[in-house]
């Protein structure tokens, strides 16, 4: 008898992917326990590859023309589907087991969510601070961490958002922006600092906004191969993109590429709307993937950033009390 994994709850046992009630429940227990749905999002994944094996061996025969039919075709791709789950149900084919050890290496332990999959959350009233360094202190603090690991390997998005966060209030200001849309945009281009661009002695170019170099950069530059959207669809290019000596460098430069550039003169009427100006970057043709404003705007509305922006509030409060 083959051994049945325990089932997630809040799902039926019958559940599919083709089930859109099951995949929202599911979706919701994911962000409360993500190492409890991992199993049932493989086993999932592994439903979908069969179907598409499935469907491929079904497109690569000729067919039969004289009992094909609009009404065949519909029974068979039901067929299919049905057969799909039967063949993943239980032990499956091992691929659901094989991403399930994959994957988990990724959760932290004890069943916590990391910071990307907590729902976002906004503080019903300001925490207390007993200690609150000052913008000065912390932007010492952050250079000092710079010159301490020239490499910029962070150990994840705290750590990026805490050496970012005072020179993304000091650029924030030059730009009377929110400095969380400024740290968001970063992590997106970046993937929390862990995909910053290298050069080919792999050292840090600095490049947290990922700024091509075009005919009027006059600094050092690197080509590096990136993902740009052409009609809707993803092609692979291979680019020159702007290097800094520093990451307080790259966010002048940032300013500086905003200010000097009219296209984004409509964004930076609206900086101080952070969703307004996020989407008028993306409107002014700053990247092309089509998500790009949302992505950012999911990113800002995680518990990562939304601690220093309730810190900064705090102290707004202090400074005018």
Do not use: C
């Amino acid at each position: 008898m083959l051994n049945e994994q325990p089932q997630v709850a809040g799902l039926s046992q019958s559940s599919s992917y083709t089930d859109m009630a099951d995949l929202s429940r599911l979706r919701h227990q994911s962000q409360q326990d993500p190492r409890a749905t991992l199993h049932e999002v493989a086993k999932q994944f592994e439903g979908v590859f069969m179907q598409m094996v499935l469907k491929s061996m079904r497109e690569a025969s000729f067919g039969d023309p004289i009992f094909d039919s609009n009404q065949s075709e519909l029974y068979r791709d039901m067929f299919d589907k049905q057969i799909s789950l039967e063949m993943t149900r239980g032990q499956g084919l091992g691929l659901a087991d094989n991403l399930v050890r994959q994957l988990d290496q990724y959760l932290p332990p004890g069943g916590e969510s990391s910071p990307l999959q907590r729902e976002s959350t906004t503080p019903a009233s300001l925490p207390a601070v007993s200690i609150a360094p000052s913008v000065e202190a912390r932007q010492h603090q952050s250079a000092e961490v710079q010159k301490s690991r020239p490499d910029m390997e962070f150990e994840g998005p705290e750590d990026f958002v805490e050496t970012l966060w005072p020179l993304a209030r000091s650029a924030a200001k030059e730009l009377d922006a929110a400095p969380e849309a400024l740290v968001a945009q970063a992590a997106l281009e970046t993937g929390w600092g862990k995909y910053m661009l290298r050069d080919g002695d792999g050292q840090p170019t600095f490049n947290l906004f990922n700024i091509k170099a075009g005919h009027n950069w006059q600094g050092n530059k690197v080509m590096k191969q990136t993902l740009e959207y052409r009609d809707g669809l993803p092609v692979q290019e291979r680019a020159p993109f702007r290097a800094y000596s520093s990451l307080e460098e790259s966010f002048n430069d940032y300013v500086q590429f905003l200010r000097s550039n009219p296209r984004y003169g409509e964004a930076l009427q609206q900086s101080a709307s952070p969703e307004q100006f996020i989407r008028s970057l993306q409107r002014a043709g700053y990247a092309t993937d089509p998500e790009y404003a949302d992505k950012i705007l999911d990113i800002m509305q995680r518990n990562v950033l939304q601690q220093p922006v309730a810190r900064q509030d705090v102290e707004r409060v202090q400074a005018t009390g």
